[in-house]
């Protein structure tokens, strides 16, 4: 089985721009979710979605945003970048409640 | 909302001395705990999981973890590690009834030679 797919892998921005980041699951999975690492901040959640919708969120500001397709595949959008927003965003896939997530090799996201 | 802290941002060990990184947590809920292992540049790998039964589990690498209910702990422990266990660690918990996830600040293992 193919693992948890990032794309792209690194990303370079301006601020005032905003990004897309995909994120293709393990196939089978229905649950995506979604993380900002950071040196200061760590690991924290975004989001997670579960056959195309939201179902818990993290506490981030409107500016971030994500949807999941039919396919189970996700998508992550940040609008307005600010260079605070550079980090290693993690997607990680997941069959149900009680079951280990697997992660991407993130997407290392640069605001300049 | 469940939280993690991980006593020591960073621990380093001669290589083949023991280790043991540690990991409490505090929930309103019951939860599922987890350590990741992360190297450079790379996502995050599951070490190991416990969800039920025996508060002892084990990885195929050398590592084990224990669950202390009333500790609220989930220690990690290799009787001799390698430099190849030179990584970042992340403890996490996890509610039984949804997947927010949330993590420790990591730990950061150096071997030594």
């Known amino acids: 089985k193919a693992g948890v797919t990032q794309t792209p892998r690194y990303l370079i921005k301006t601020r005032g721009q905003q990004v897309t980041l995909s994120c293709s699951p393990i196939s089978g999975h229905r649950s995506v979710s979604w993380y900002q690492q950071t040196p200061g901040q760590g690991l924290q959640f975004l989001f997670e979605?579960?056959?195309?919708?939201?179902?818990n969120k993290g506490n981030f500001p409107g500016r971030f945003s994500g949807r999941q397709f039919s396919n189970s595949r996700s998508e992550m959008n940040v609008s307005t970048l600010e260079l605070g927003d550079s980090a290693l965003y993690l997607c990680?896939?997941?069959?149900?409640?009680?079951?280990?997530?697997?992660f991407g090799q993130g997407t290392r996201l640069t605001v300049v | 909302a469940q939280s993690v802290t991980q006593l020591d941002s960073q621990v380093p060990v001669f290589e083949e001395a023991p280790v043991e990184l540690r990991c409490n947590y505090s929930s309103s809920v019951s939860v599922y705990l987890f350590w990741y292992v992360q190297y450079p540049n790379q996502g995050l790998q599951l070490l190991l999981k416990?969800?039920?039964?025996?508060?002892l589990v084990e990885s195929i690498n050398g590592f084990e973890a224990e669950f202390n209910k009333s500790q609220t702990s989930f220690h990690l422990r290799k009787p001799s590690v390698h430099i190849s266990d030179t990584a970042e660690y992340f403890c996490a918990v996890r509610p039984y009834n949804n997947n927010d996830m949330r993590f420790g600040a990591g730990t950061r293992l150096t071997v030594k030679p």
């Open positions: 990680a896939s997941s069959e149900q409640f009680n079951t280990e997530a697997f």
């Open positions: 979605y579960f056959s195309e919708t939201q179902r």
């Open positions: 416990y969800l039920s039964g025996s508060t």
